[in-house]
């Protein structure tokens, strides 16, 4: 599914990730943990192809394409989905018009058939009582005076309607409260699948007691250092990070 | 911006073909044997005559404005033909079928539904095409309500007082450069006449086209509400490519008489020159209405082309609790440059003004939003309400602000809003991320910023302004 080797970047001259290699099969869920200012961000910018970030090394095969080579809307519409660690507000686009076009522009590459706009509403109303969303955010400017537990929660409603192989988490639990962990979680089990995988960036271990992962990394200065099954995790919740510094340097 | 938004996409401008139709056209030049033949040619009365000379004599007397943020060679006035029309309208068509084949042919190019089975539900529209009106639809229907809905030249034959009493008295000859250029050779435009306490039943409309090379349009819109009155009136304009700059200097009066309501929007998309600033109509327009006791007069505008606009549809809040609303959208990209705001004048006591105003810059053009607020000694308990909210794409473009207000009355209470944006590389890589393409970003960020405008278009312009938008905005991205 996604291959990545010796993978290095920089942002405005500064090199954040420093030969970073991971291998993800199709289905399975690997969680990426490290402290702060670590570049695990960096990963899910350089991966979707953001602009400001420049890949000085290295190489990444998603779904046996070569995905440094492609365009942003094009590794979105190949199924690569980031759900951002700060959704941004696009003041006065509405939610429902927003994911409709969206929602096209990745079936038309897909060779899917368009939906009308109202199978389009009826699936986005299903998927946003899925997420627990009032149909209200429908009609709101997308992630406009959305609460941060609210944008991320719209995060996985676009996931869900995208349908996407390969889709990263950043820090999608942060600033959620209990409940909506759990509709969070429940919204990315269901989605689990022998084809689809997940890369999920976490500080908390309690999330992975909701989705447990198949794989744990830690990232620390740019590279992985560590890594293991679930029971890293816990492992790092008990001793922190600073057991690994001899593995960073 | 980034990169990415430098690179441009070239898509050509879709209404810039020319018909090709056999014209009567005056040379070019500018004196009072113009003025007099224009009007010996629409056979108008002497008075009118007389009104023209009087305009055109003090418009000689008259300097060419330079206060607007605009920066173009100057007009030669005496290299412009002010009269032209299409030979086949010599005997006027009495009905669509008579209409130069051509001369439909064009509209439809142009999208525009005039033959009655195509129109849009309940839009009775007229059309001026260079000098001289086409032909209007859907007459009838509304003569039945009593509204009088023709061209000017028309209105000056069969309604000679109404003309007469509402002609200047919102716009006078000498108000300013363009507006007595504009009496004085004014071709053609369209006449409203809602009686008192109606409704009018559909939405009017004009289109208006400048198709002859060097001609310029100068066409005048006068629209009267009676009591009670109400009328919602939409102006379209499109205009050939050429090297040339054309000239288009409109004026529009409107009259809202006591507790009467006028609506009147506009989408502008006059040729706005190449992608290096060649060619392009140069905009410059005076419109303004007056608001009697009670009454309300909204502008709304989505103006997208034209290589200069200059333009400040204003109210004169005469009537104690008159209301006027500006809602503007105005978008500039490669070297066009916009001037315009609105004007709004408290007279009466406890007038409400709301003006909401959205510029998007792009390419290298410069945008200026420029209104004056004004209350007057007597406007006891007067309110204003200004937004003003600039998007910039790109950093080799400009936009800038004027707002002039003031307040002669304690009690009158403004309130202004301004704020400049940009469109944020943050945003573009969410709307990436999920499958757009940059110019769909760039489109839909901006038709977003312009939503409490749009929202004010009657429904159908309301996507046809978007759709808009996108065009215009093609080469600022990609
Ligand atoms: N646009 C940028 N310009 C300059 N530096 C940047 C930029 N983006 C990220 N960085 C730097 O890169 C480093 C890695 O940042 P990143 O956001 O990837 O960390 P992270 O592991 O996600 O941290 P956190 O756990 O706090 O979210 C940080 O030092 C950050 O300041
Ligand atoms: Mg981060």
Same mark, same amino acid.
């Given at each position: ?24 099969? *199709? ?5 990426? =943990?490290? *402290? ?13 192809? #953001?602009?400001?970030?420049? %890949? ?15 365009? %942003? ?17 696009? *003041? ?14 990745? #079936? ?31 009609? #709101? ?17 676009? =996931? =869900?309607?995208?349908? *996407? ?26 989605? #689990? ?7 999920? %960036? ?48 | ?6 690179? @441009? ?12 139709? !056999? ?7 500018? &004196? ?43 007009? !030669?006035?005496?290299? $412009? ?44 529209? !007229? ?7 086409? /032909? ?16 000017? +030249? ?20 000498? !108000? &300013? ?103 392009? $109509? ?25 290589? /200069? ?7 004169? @809040? ?9 809602? +503007? ?91 400049? +944006? ?20 760039? +489109? ?12 004010? @278009? ?12 996108? /065009?215009? @905005? ?5």
């Amino acid at each position: 599914m996604l291959s990545i080797n010796n993978l290095c970047a920089s942002v405005e001259d500064k090199d954040i990730l420093k030969g970073l290699s991971l291998d993800i099969k *199709p289905g399975e869920v690997h969680a990426i =943990m490290g *402290p702060n200012g670590a570049g695990k961000s960096t990963l899910g910018s350089v991966l979707a192809g #953001r602009e400001a970030f420049s %890949v000085t090394d290295g190489s990444v095969a998603f779904a046996d394409k070569d995905l440094l080579e492609l365009d %942003v809307e094009e590794r979105a519409r190949e199924g690569l989905f980031l759900a951002f660690q700060y959704p941004v507000e696009i *003041p006065g686009v509405s939610n429902m018009e927003f994911l409709k076009a969206s929602v096209d522009a990745v #079936r038309k590459h897909q060779g899917k058939p368009e939906l009308s706009s109202v199978e389009f509403m009826k699936l986005a109303r299903e998927t946003s009582k899925k997420v627990k969303l009032d149909q209200a955010f429908l009609k #709101r400017g997308v992630n406009e005076g959305f609460s941060g537990g609210e944008k991320k929660r719209n995060e996985i409603l676009q =996931m =869900m309607l995208l349908e *996407p192989k390969l889709c990263i988490l950043d820090e999608t639990d942060s600033g959620l409260d209990i409940d909506a962990l759990q509709t969070v979680a429940d919204g990315v089990n269901a989605m #689990r699948s022998a084809e689809r995988s997940f890369i999920v %960036v976490t500080h908390y271990q309690r999330l992975l007691d909701y989705i447990v992962p198949d794989f744990v990394h830690v990232l620390a200065d740019g590279k992985i250092v560590k890594s293991g099954d679930k029971s890293l995790a816990k492992e790092l919740e008990a001793k922190g990070y600073s057991w690994l510094e001899g593995e960073v340097a | 911006m980034s990169e990415q938004v430098e690179h @441009l996409i070239r898509k050509e401008y879709a209404a810039g073909f020319h018909t090709a139709i !056999d014209t009567d056209t005056l040379p070019p030049g500018l &004196n009072e044997e113009v003025v007099r033949f224009i009007s010996a040619k629409k056979n108008e009365p002497e008075w009118l005559l007389e009104w023209r000379l009087q305009a055109f004599r003090a418009w000689q007397e008259m300097e060419e404005p330079e206060w607007a943020h605009v920066d173009y060679p100057k007009v !030669d006035y005496q290299a $412009i033909s002010y009269f032209s029309s299409p030979k086949s309208m010599e005997d006027k068509p009495k009905s669509l079928d008579e209409v130069d084949p051509k001369l439909l042919e064009t509209y439809e190019k142009l999208g525009i539904p005039l033959h009655e089975q195509e129109m849009l539900a309940g839009v009775a529209m !007229d059309v001026v095409f260079d000098s001289v009106s086409v /032909v209007t639809t859907f007459r009838e229907k509304l003569e039945e309500a009593g509204v009088l809905f023709c061209s000017i +030249s028309e209105a000056v034959e069969k309604y000679p007082e109404l003309v007469k009493q509402h002609l200047g008295s919102v716009v006078p000859q000498k !108000d &300013n450069y363009f507006a007595a250029l504009n009496s004085a050779v004014f071709s053609d435009g369209s006449f409203v006449y809602i009686p008192k306490g109606v409704r009018c039943p559909m939405e009017l409309s004009t289109y208006f086209r400048i198709n002859e090379q060097n001609t310029g349009q100068f066409e005048r819109t006068l629209i009267v509400a009676e009591e009670g009155a109400y009328v919602s009136y939409l102006e379209g304009c499109t205009a050939p490519m050429r090297d040339e700059n054309q000239l288009h200097a409109a004026v529009v009066e409107l009259v809202a008489k006591d507790n009467a309501e006028i609506k009147y929007s506009t989408v502008q998309n006059w040729y706005p020159g190449d992608e290096n600033g060649k060619g392009g $109509i140069y905009n410059f327009v005076t419109k303004r209405g007056v608001c009697h006791t009670r009454a309300k007069i909204s502008w709304t505008q989505v103006e997208t082309g034209s290589a /200069v606009t200059w333009k400040y549809p204003s109210c004169v @809040l005469r009537g104690d609790h008159s209301v006027g609303e500006f809602y +503007s959208v105005a978008l500039t990209n490669n070297y066009q440059q916009a001037d315009t705001g609105t004007k709004m004048i408290h007279i009466g006591k406890n007038t409400r003004s709301t003006i909401i105003s959205k510029g998007i810059s792009a390419g290298k053009s410069q945008n200026c939003y420029r209104g004056l607020v004004r209350m007057n000694p007597g406007a006891e308990g007067a309110r204003n309400y200004t937004q003003c909210d600039s998007l910039l794409i790109g950093d080799r473009c400009g936009a800038h602000t004027f707002p002039y207000i003031e307040s002669k009355n304690p009690s009158a209470v403004i309130e202004h809003e301004a704020t400049t +944006s940009k469109v944020s590389d943050d945003q573009m890589f969410l709307c990436q991320q999920r499958g757009l393409d940059a110019e769909k970003a760039v +489109s839909m960020i901006v038709n977003g910023f312009c939503r409490e405008v749009f929202k004010e @278009l009657p429904m159908e312009f309301a996507v046809e302004a978007g759709k808009l938008l996108e /065009v215009s @905005l093609e080469g600022s991205v990609g």
